[in-house]
């Protein structure tokens, strides 16, 4: 059963913690995306990677890192440098390196500072 | 700033009319897309049309592109309960290093 699988749904985090969010996929896509969605909003890109150990930032990578060590998983890890994580993350992944082709998505991780 | 921008905001109807969604957008693109997002779920692709394209059609769905008016527009014919959610167009432009640069959305609401 192929996908885009997100862990955790929800996540809670005391402030000054660094936490890390999971995206898999077996989709077979070289190329993966994370975004953030804030209540009422459109997405906006924290980080890209188009290929096995290579990544760029997005819009908004400030207090973000991520890593691509292998094909199927992009994980994303919100530092205690993000101001103001508490946000919905939604991670997606696209078949070919040519970007602005169609994006498939994972079901999303709620995160909330506490 | 955003790349597209959604019209209206929100959009309540009734079951079985019709339901029309714009985006506009400011620089040149190679394609356009739109999505839809489920309250608190990831989005589902719905239809991509290409710069080249004026018209496309999938199911109820109904798509224009005016690349001159850099504008596009979704229909949603003969709307269901089940259509409730938000709708995002999606824009892939030139000077954007091909990257998808999502609108705000439009909040549709179909009432039984």
């Known amino acids: 059963d192929g996908g885009i699988t997100q862990s955790p749904k929800y996540l809670f985090r005391k402030e000054g913690q660094n936490v890390t969010l999971s995206c898999e996929q077996n989709l077979n896509h070289d190329a993966m995306y994370w975004y953030r969605q804030d209540p009422g909003q459109g997405l906006r890109l924290i980080y890209y990677?188009?290929?096995?150990?290579?990544?760029q930032k997005g819009d908004i990578a400030e207090g973000y890192s991520v890593s691509r060590e292998k094909k199927e998983s992009f994980p994303l890890t919100v530092t205690s440098a993000q101001k103001n994580p508490t946000a919905f993350y939604l991670c997606?992944?696209?078949?070919?390196?040519?970007?602005?082709?169609?994006?498939?998505f994972g079901p999303g991780t709620r995160l909330t500072v506490l | 700033s955003q790349q597209g921008e959604e019209d209206p905001q929100a959009l309540s109807i009734q079951e079985g009319e019709n339901a029309t969604m714009n985006c506009s957008y400011k620089t040149s693109i190679n394609n356009l897309q739109w999505y839809r997002q489920n309250s608190g779920r990831g989005l589902v692709h719905l239809i991509l049309i290409r710069s080249n394209e004026r018209e496309k059609h999938s199911g109820r769905l109904r798509v224009t592109l005016d690349t001159s008016k850099k504008s596009s527009s979704l229909l949603i014919t003969a709307s269901r309960a089940a259509d409730t959610a938000s709708y995002f167009c999606a824009t892939d432009a030139h000077n954007a290093g091909n990257m998808l640069t999502f609108g705000g959305g439009t909040r549709l609401m179909v009432k039984p």
């Open positions: 990677s188009q290929i096995v150990n290579d990544f």
């Open positions: 997606a992944s696209s078949p070919r390196t040519a970007l602005g082709d169609t994006q498939y």
